[in-house]
């Protein structure tokens, strides 16, 4: 059975190679073949999977040793993998959501030239996540993390021909590096810390190391998370990644690549255990993003960066949830399990609006669409519900758990954690009602596209409207499977580890809190949108509107506080590189070259020069030995 | 003979006798005014021939200081071999070619003069502060004779030496051989080819005008005359143009004619004012129209010319 | 009179060859004057022989020779072989050896 944990990465990496080097031939089936690859790595997941639940809880870890790939005397880093329960759900949520969104991606580009190098990426993306989520050492973990980062560059600026796409993927790689650096200086301080990067030796040794380096370590690793799971401060990055096509938003900013920051954080759980100051930064990262997120996500009218607010806001949660330690592991985990079905659905949903709306992505110029596209209407209906955490549903499980949680942290602390995951709860219900009203409810607010074509809404293809369904299916009975009699918890134990804590609160009481927060949400969105006519055009709004559209300022802090100190050095460096430097060096040049030029003359090609020079030496030699004989 | 002798024996001594101190004082002469002859003499020929002159000088010296074979040798290779192929070059390279006195070389002559003044001075005042006045002489080392005693040292210490110096003689013989050996790349070109080349180039296809004026002079180095009276150039072969030995006689001619003209003119009794302009030889080369300003007078004159033959 | 003379007629001549390897363009003439230099210290050597008393110095000398002759065979074949590709005998005209 480990024999197939490679096989999981190789099969998407082979279609990747295939349809990029292939060449043309793959032009008319290579998609089918990307998606077929993918779904063949989902099954090996699955056979996997049940592999795993016919063992003891205990022992259900396996690991394969590939083959060492730097062996050094007492530098050892190895090809290996290790599948335990926590791989195993990630390994089932990539290949599964990223099969379903193969599928989709056929249809939404069926019309897209480029389509075979489309597929290509899609495959490199999934065998990049999953060579992150089964390393057993973080060496591996960071080659996987930064394929991830190649794949979403190459994937985001897909539709290069487009200036903001381009920048958009240029911004995303560069703010990735600054979390990869993170990393990699992780990494780095482990392997002086304990002699190795491999999992099991550092977690077993990180008992005996100070405190002062686990928490160094537990902040550059919160550094690299923040930069893949688009946490403050650097979330810039995933608002603009819009600019990729909508299966990738799909895949890869909702539900794949952004969780691999949480991924690293709960994998890294002994490391963070015993730093209590990095948990308490993480909580605070998580905190923060949760309510950034939030408020993005009220004020955007471009469908897709609303998710992409909410996106970031549900993965603060997740964030939130894993730096309350072995309290909130397994919550996290599952809320991004769930929110890997519903934010997948709803992306999806969107990328079918668009589809059907000559890819108009302004909310204010849809409405009234739930008569022309049902199949869309309902999933995404049922994704909304799930998100907002309406009783019964996925979110509603998960998402009341993270609040539980929160609460359970015990003391100030979890007082103000639980206020601001309340407060998350009723602004995500509000944004994701205001979405919903716009796009679906309401009178039709159409406006011709570019060229003057009026849109003709329609629904989307099966190829389209069938992951859309499954995907649905996940977000209305994940949760409560998982709930059901706490299985995922008791799943999970083994690896996370888990605590009850002490809240304050009875569950019931936090579950009726949540539930009264939503409906707070809901109905203040109705009242706001669902009562009148959404004007075409926005109203100016108040200062914190203005802010949140452009996403509260943070690109103005980062071009005021990096950007800007950065091309004034780089503009210091160059006036001292080309006056200084340069100076010196051509003045150096310049000088040698003119006593040289001045020199050549002596050099005049008259043998009779030659000679006298010549004499003129033997007449100094003479000299100084008859000098030196009479001294 | 008997002076060599004599002188011998001066040098087997180590003191100089009175007579070798009168031959050295002549010979230095002989030899420093050769040196200063090589020096300054504009033509190769006389710089070899005062060369020459200077090595047979110290040829002499070399005998009187017992260094007899090497006095014959200098004689026999260097004044008789050496200098004989340095004229045969001079001969071959243009005998007759000065140097012009004009030094192109800024500063080069000032240069040298210094240098080689500054060189003497060194080398006389270190000879001077040397102290040499103990001379073993060549008495013991001579004994058997001066040919035996080189002959011993040559074939004994000095063999090996000697053995590369034979070498050396054959790689020169060898390397002047191929040095100034020329080989024929392309069969040389026939006289018809020639002709053909010149037809085609169309450079002097006629043959060219022969030298001399007849009656008068046929000697190859005088040009012959065009009808206005100037030289025709190439009548003359190259090499003596180059040289400049031209024996230019068109002047000659003119002055002769302005004499003739003049005779008839006091003949006929003529005044001044009637007598062509002609009075003196012409300048070599000029156009003929610069010397008759006013072409009226050329019919006059033309006509007086006839009258007088 | 001190032999010591032929030392200085040999110290003269020799500067008197030198300066004239210095002047001279002609190639011809700058080789005797060359050739004027190695005589000047052929008579040093015959000097220095009678001066120590033993043949060595000859010997020297007349190597000396030896050479002198190879080098003017080949010296002379070079200043033949360039005037007949350059028609000039001038060291100044070969000037080629400069940048």
């Known amino acids: ?43 090996f997941g699955l056979a996997l999977f049940s592999d795993m639940l016919g063992r003891d809880a205990e022992d259900r870890t396996l690991t394969q040793h590939l083959f060492s790939w730097i062996p050094v005397n007492g530098f050892q880093a190895d090809i290996s993998f290790q599948l335990d329960q926590l791989s195993m759900t990630f390994v089932l949520l990539i290949t599964g959501v990223g099969t379903l969104i193969h599928l989709y991606s056929v249809g939404y580009m069926a019309h897209d030239e480029r389509r075979r190098r489309f597929f290509a990426y899609l495959n490199l993306f999934l065998a ?5 989520v089964v390393a057993d050492n973080y060496l591996l973990l960071y080659f996987g993390w930064e394929g991830v980062g190649l794949a979403s560059y190459l994937l985001i600026g897909f539709w290069q021909h487009k200036p903001s796409a381009a920048t958009a993927a240029k911004k995303a790689f560069i703010v990735n590096r600054v979390g990869d650096m ?15 990067f491999a999992f099991e030796p550092v977690f077993g040794a990180a008992g005996s190391a100070s405190e002062g380096k686990l928490t160094a370590i537990g902040l550059m690793l ?14 810039s990055w995933l608002g603009d990644a819009m600019e990729g096509p909508t299966p990738v938003s799909a895949l890869i900013h909702a539900a794949t690549m952004v969780t691999a920051g949480v991924y690293l954080i709960t994998r890294s759980g002994a490391i963070f255990n015993l730093a209590p100051d990095a948990q308490t930064a993480v909580v605070v990262v998580g905190a923060v993003t949760l309510l950034f997120g939030a408020i993005v996500g009220c004020a955007k009218d471009d469908i897709k960066k609303a998710l992409a607010g909410s996106t970031m806001s549900q993965i603060g949660f997740m964030i939130l949830a894993a730096g309350l330690g072995p309290i909130g592991y397994a919550f996290a985990i599952m809320h991004l399990v769930t929110h890997g079905f519903f934010k997948a659905g709803l992306f999806l949903g969107a990328g079918s609006v668009m589809h059907g709306m000559n890819d108009e992505v302004n909310m204010r110029h849809y409405g009234g669409l739930r008569k022309y596209m049902p199949v869309t209407f309902v999933t995404f209906g049922l994704g909304y519900l799930a998100i907002i955490g309406f009783p019964g549903l996925s979110g509603f499980f998960s998402k009341d758990k993270i609040i539980e949680a929160a609460f359970a942290k015990g003391g100030t602390e979890g007082w103000i954690l639980g206020l601001c995951t309340l407060v998350g709860a009723a602004v995500t219900a509000f944004y994701m009602t205001r979405v919903m009203i716009l796009t679906f409810f309401g009178e039709k607010r159409w406006q011709p596209d570019a060229e003057g074509h009026d849109p003709h809404p329609h629904e989307s293809p ?35 580890g888990h605590e009850e804590g002490n809240s304050p609160l009875t569950p019931l009481v936090v579950t009726l809190l949540t539930t009264a927060c939503m409906l707070a949400g809901v109905a203040l969105s109705y009242l706001m949108y669902g009562r009148s006519a959404v004007p075409v055009v926005p109203p100016y709004g108040s200062p914190l509107t203005r802010a949140a559209r452009r996403d509260l300022l943070q690109d103005d802090f980062n071009h005021a506080v990096l950007v800007r100190p950065g091309s004034a050095l780089a503009a210091a460096l160059v006036y001292f590189d080309s006056r200084g430097l340069d100076g010196f060096v051509n003045g150096l040049a310049a000088t040698i070259g003119g006593v040289s030029s001045r020199l050549r003359r002596i ?27 009479s001294v | 003979m008997s002076a060599a002798t004599s002188l011998n024996l001066a040098a087997v001594t180590g003191a100089t006798s009175t007579g070798e101190a009168v031959q050295f004082w002549v010979l230095a ?14 033509k190769a020929v006389h710089s070899a021939l005062c060369l020459a002159a200077t090595m047979l000088a110290l040829a002499v010296c070399y005998m009187a200081q017992g260094a007899v074979f090497l006095g014959v040798v200098q004689i026999v290779v260097y004044t008789g071999a050496i200098m004989m192929l340095f004229l045969f070059v001079v001969m071959l390279v243009g005998v007759t070619s000065a140097d012009s006195l004009k030094e192109q070389l800024k500063g080069q002559r000032f240069a040298a003069a210094l240098c080689g003044l500054g060189f003497g001075v060194l080398m006389v005042a270190g000879i001077a502060n040397a102290k040499l006045d103990s001379f073993a002489g060549l008495g013991e080392a001579n004994a058997e004779g001066n040919v035996q005693g080189l002959a011993r040292l040559i074939f004994t210490k000095y063999v090996w030496a000697f053995e590369v110096t034979g070498a050396l003689l054959i790689t020169a013989a060898i390397g002047a051989m191929v040095l100034t050996h020329r080989e024929h790349v392309k069969a040389p070109k026939t006289q018809r080819e020639l002709a053909a080349q010149r037809v085609a180039d169309n450079i002097q296809v006629p043959p060219l005008p022969a030298p001399g004026i007849y009656a008068r002079h046929n000697a190859v180095d005088i040009p012959a005359l065009l009808p206005d009276g100037s030289i025709a150039e190439d009548s003359v072969m190259a090499t003596l143009r180059e040289r400049g030995q031209i024996r230019d006689v068109s002047q000659e001619m003119l002055a002769r004619m302005a004499e003739l003209e003049s005779t008839t003119a006091d003949w006929l009794g003529r005044p001044p004012s009637e007598r062509p302009p002609v009075t003196g030889p012409r300048k070599a080369l000029e156009p003929v129209a610069a010397n008759h300003p006013a072409p009226a007078n050329r019919p006059a004159s033309d006509h007086d010319e006839e009258g007088a033959e | 009179m001190n032999p010591v003379n032929y030392l200085y007629l040999s110290a003269l001549l020799f500067t008197i060859g030198a300066s004239g390897v210095l002047i001279r363009r002609n190639a011809i003439v700058l080789f005797m ?40 065979v080949v010296g002379l074949a070079i200043i033949v072989s360039i005037f007949r590709t350059r028609h000039s005998a001038s060291v100044d005209d070969s000037n080629l050896m400069k940048l």
């Open chain 2, 29 to 42: 002469v002989i030899a420093v005014g050769g040196a200063l002859g090589t020096l300054l003499m504009r």
């Open chain 1, 603 to 629: 050099q005049n090609g008259y043998v009779r020069t030659y000679a006298l020079s010549m004499f003129g030496g033997t007449l100094v030699l003479v000299a100084t030995t008859l000098l030196m004989r």
């Open chain 1, 462 to 496: 099966k190829t389209m409207t069938v992951p859309m369904i499954v995907l649905a299916f996940g977000s209305v009975f994940a949760g409560g499977l998982f709930a059901f009699h706490e299985s995922f918890l008791t799943w999970l134990e083994p690896v996370t």
């Open chain 1, 128 to 132: 990049a996540m999953l060579l992150l």
């Open chain 3, 33 to 72: 004057c060359v050739e004027l230099m190695l005589n000047a210290s052929n008579l040093a050597l015959v000097t220095f022989s009678r001066m120590h008393g033993n043949l060595d110095g000859q010997i020297i000398a007349f190597f000396t020779m030896v050479v002198a002759a190879a080098e003017v």
């Open chain 1, 182 to 196: 993170g990393l990699s200086i992780a990494i780095m301080l482990m392997f002086v810390e304990f002699g190795s």
């Open chain 1, 222 to 235: 919160l550094l690299a998370a923040c930069g893949k799971s688009a946490q403050v401060p650097l979330q």
């Open chain 1, 1 to 43: 059975m480990n024999s197939l944990i490679p096989l999981l990465v190789a099969a998407p990496l082979a279609g990747a190679v295939l349809l990029l080097l292939g060449g043309r031939a793959f032009d008319r089936l290579g998609h089918w073949l990307a998606t077929a690859l993918a779904a063949l790595s989902f099954g």
